[in-house]
């Protein structure tokens, strides 16, 4: 059986084959992902991002266990930054999900960052892509909160959960600007925390000023060790994903991502292109520097073959 064929019965070492190819953009990847696109759309996404230790992995790991319980079927991509330094938290990941390791409804797959410090790894759409595919109903992507990783989650997203906890340096000033705004649910984690209520009611206040609706259900507290407050946050979770589903929300936000998609390879083979060591780009250089041009009208030069 070939390997999109494997992935779409259901084979996880097919599909665990076809996220290394995705990953490692090795030859057939490509291929493979033409076959499986007319199979995705039919997973809610959903991205899990905040500060490192915020309890993401914990939360994921009760949500599991509630998606279980109501028989969605659940994969979860854990976005390491790739730095060796951060290998432990990887590994304390992996300890945890491990819960479901005998488990055929659940897989979890890690995949380095690449890139800059917790950005997503390019080819994380497409690794969720082959999860639904091949037949999971529920997706997870979590990633650490930091600038461009959160623009990037909540684009491969169909719904984007942003965790903050009690206690700690992580309060919400200390938030990067643009990570709340990303949100379509909040979520105060370690809930059984004492400091939880306070954080709850400054996020509440940042995010009224902020001109956010509908706040009191979109802020949730949950304790996810304790296993509080689980069950409802899937609930919105479900509901949310119904509701866009049923509006059109879903597919406008599905066809924005392929667009992105597209414009992000784009940029990417023109990037390829584009020569490092040429007599123009010398002859561009001393341009700039004698005061002659821009650096965006030596780059329009560039791309035009060197009309100004
Ligand atoms: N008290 C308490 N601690 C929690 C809770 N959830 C997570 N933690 C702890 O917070 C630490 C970081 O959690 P983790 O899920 O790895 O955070 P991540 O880096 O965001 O994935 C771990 O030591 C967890 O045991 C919770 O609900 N209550
Ligand atoms: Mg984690």
Do not use: Y
């Amino acid at each position: 059986m070939d390997m999109a064929a494997g992935i779409l019965a259901g084979d996880m070492r097919a599909l665990a084959r076809g996220l290394t190819l995705v990953e490692e953009r090795l030859p057939g990847a490509r291929e493979l992902c033409v076959k499986l696109a007319p199979h995705t759309g039919r997973a809610l996404r959903v991205g899990v991002t905040g500060a490192p230790g915020a309890g993401k992995s914990t939360l994921i790991d009760a949500l599991i266990r509630a998606a279980r319980a109501r028989g969605e079927r659940v994969a979860v991509l854990a976005v390491d930054p790739s730095s060796p330094r951060t290998g432990g938290a990887l590994l304390g990941d992996r300890v945890r999900m491990t819960s479901h390791a005998n488990d055929d409804g659940v897989f979890v797959r890690s995949m380095a960052s690449r890139g800059a410090l917790g950005a997503l790894a390019p080819n994380a759409g497409e690794a969720l892509d082959l999860f639904d595919a091949a037949g999971f109903t529920l997706l997870f992507v979590e990633s650490v909160g930091a600038g461009q990783a959160d623009v990037d989650i909540a684009a491969e997203s169909d719904i984007t959960l942003v965790l903050s906890a009690p206690g700690g340096g992580d309060s919400i000033q200390a938030m990067k600007s643009g990570i709340l705004e990303i949100a379509d649910l909040w979520v105060v984690s370690k809930g059984d925390n004492p400091q939880a209520a306070a954080l709850k009611h400054e996020l509440l206040a940042m995010l009224a000023l902020g001109g956010a609706d509908q706040l009191e259900e979109r802020v949730c507290v949950v304790a996810a060790l304790a296993n509080q407050g689980v069950e409802e946050l899937l609930a919105k979770m479900l509901a949310a994903g119904a509701a866009a589903r049923a509006d059109g929300a879903f597919a406008a936000r599905r066809r924005q991502r392929v667009r992105r998609r597209i414009l992000a390879a784009a940029a990417e083979l023109c990037a390829e292109k584009l020569p490092t060591d040429t007599p123009l780009l010398t002859e561009l250089e001393a341009r700039i520097r004698a005061g002659d041009l821009s650096v965006v009208g030596a780059a329009r030069a560039l791309l035009s073959g060197g009309n100004v």
